[in-house]
């Protein structure tokens, strides 16, 4: 039963085939077999997990009927939780227990759902590939020699594996959709604002965005219908109101218009992904939508703005750990700025040192017009390209990656890592939805459909995302495990 999705289990929990504490205990279970192999878990709460799921049989049993109560999900180690270990995948917060929940920590909750643990990460989300984490690189389910993609490749893994029915992510440039398309499940970013970032550890403010992580586009409208929302503790919380997602998954996608950028269907695409993107595109014509190709022009400058941008922001909001008041601390500072130099030193990896030296260089005086306003002028350029194509074409459809999965340690270059989000940066730029379904396996691995919408389009995203995954499989694969199906 494990192997199903939320929506099923739901289901099944309604009708009393199954009970959230036999859920629950099924994945403890196949999380204390396969996770010291994957690492796709930091902390594991298997005593709170189990009394939430009691707590969560009793609610049902009083004829509550919340769509995800009882069902066990997984939360990216980024999400504060109170009284539970949260360190963001580094070593200055390795020892940081939350003193209250995140609002989506805090949403979920409230719907009943139980939290299995917290998962492995790209230290403070940094990476594309989820071996920048203190506690150890996360592996691949369908090949644990590969990488699960980053920063939130601990819930994909976990998702991937059956470890837990749904998992949070956290997306800066990709870091949702990425993983998602290399572990071969659903992930989706939200447009900026919609799901409140109040608790969730900052990255880089402006591009920050959580979501969900799950088995189908179904399960991330229902993960949606409880994450979104006003926050009135978020300031860039968007005051919209929230339709229920999971309406519209049925309507029909009849003259629906795919725009495919030129962009991404030019050199560095590997073949087999854009035969696999070009073959699911085929599915959506028989559901009667029009494709026609578009350009986004200055889509080949957004690594470089956001690498710009995005340092920026996480050299500010990287500055409060510095061994005062919480976390890490050297041992024996000799003085203040010793104990800043030190803590800040030891306690960070080198990719989040290497992204503070940036953003503080492109911040500094004289420094600030070259570099940090010109990428926002850029990100400007970015996000009208995307205004001037959803006036023509109602989704833009394309791969989430250049290629599959690749091999732990390949790719040891930042600015080769960097280039991983060629896709998927843009969308954090510009501030809009995307989701990254299941689309295909190349060489046995699994490959990503990238489906993107205009500003608060969540809806319609999900709903051509599900109405692919109707008339296809690809989302039901699944990795082996030891050899059995997982």
């Known amino acids: 039963m494990i192997e199903q999705t939320a929506a099923e289990l739901s289901a099944a929990l309604s009708r009393g085939e199954v009970s959230s504490v036999e859920l629950t205990q099924a994945y403890l279970d196949r999380i204390g077999k396969y996770n010291e192999a994957l690492n796709a878990f930091i902390t594991v709460c298997e005593e709170s997990a189990l009394a939430q799921a009691r707590q969560a049989d009793d609610r049902r049993a009083r004829g509550d009927a919340s769509p995800l109560l009882g069902v066990p999900l997984a939360h990216k180690d980024i999400f504060c939780t109170e009284g539970v270990l949260t360190t963001c995948g580094s070593k200055i917060l390795n020892n940081f227990i939350s003193p209250y929940d995140a609002t989506v920590v805090e949403r979920f909750n409230g719907s009943g759902a139980v939290m299995l643990g917290k998962t492995n990460m790209d230290e403070f989300a940094m990476g594309s590939s989820n071996e920048t984490s203190f506690f150890g690189p996360v592996r691949n389910p369908w090949d644990r020699e590969r990488v699960p993609g980053g920063s939130s490749g601990g819930s994909a893994a976990a998702v991937a594996a059956d470890l837990c029915a749904m998992a949070t992510g956290t997306d800066t440039g990709g870091s949702i959709r990425q993983p998602a398309a290399f572990c071969g499940i659903t992930g989706f970013k939200p447009s900026y604002g919609r799901v409140s970032r109040w608790g969730m550890i900052a990255f880089a403010s402006s591009l920050d965005q ?24 978020d300031s860039t919380s968007i005051d919209l109101p929230v339709p229920d997602y999971t309406a519209s998954l049925g309507d029909s996608l009849e003259g629906l218009k795919i ?25 959506f014509e028989k559901l009667g939508a029009t494709i026609k190709e578009i350009d986004l022009p200055n889509n080949h400058l957004s690594v470089s703005a956001y690498y710009v941008v995005a340092p920026a922001e996480a050299s500010a909001n990287l500055s409060r750990f510095d061994g005062v008041r919480y976390g890490y601390r050297c041992e024996d500072p000799v003085d203040l700025e010793d104990m800043y130099k030190r803590t800040r030193s030891e306690g960070f990896g080198e990719e989040v040192k290497r992204r503070i030296l940036v953003g503080t260089y492109a911040l500094s005086a004289g420094y600030y017009d070259a570099y940090y306003r010109k990428a926002q002028k850029i990100r400007r350029l970015i996000k009208q390209d995307f205004v001037e194509a959803f006036s023509e074409v109602d989704v833009v459809i394309g791969p989430t990656s250049p290629h599959t999965a690749f091999t732990l340690g390949a790719k040891s270059d930042p600015v080769t890592m960097y280039l991983e989000d060629i896709y998927t940066i843009a ?33 319609k995203v999900l709903n051509v995302a599900h109405q692919f995954q109707q008339q296809t499989d690809w989302h039901r694969r699944k990795p082996a495990l030891n050899g059995e199906e997982a």
């Open 210 to 233: 959580a979501g969900p992580l799950c088995k189908s586009a179904e399960d991330a409208a229902l993960m949606s219908n409880v994450m979104a929302g006003l926050d009135p503790k």
């Open 427 to 459: 969308v954090n730029l510009a501030g809009l939805p995307g989701i990254s379904i299941p689309a295909g396996l190349v060489g046995g691995l699994p490959i990503g459909m990238h489906i993107v919408g205009s500003d608060f389009a969540e809806a």
């Open 259 to 283: 725009g495919l950028p030129r962009q991404h269907f030019a050199e560095g695409l590997s073949a087999g992904v854009e035969q696999g993107i070009r073959d699911a595109l085929a599915e």
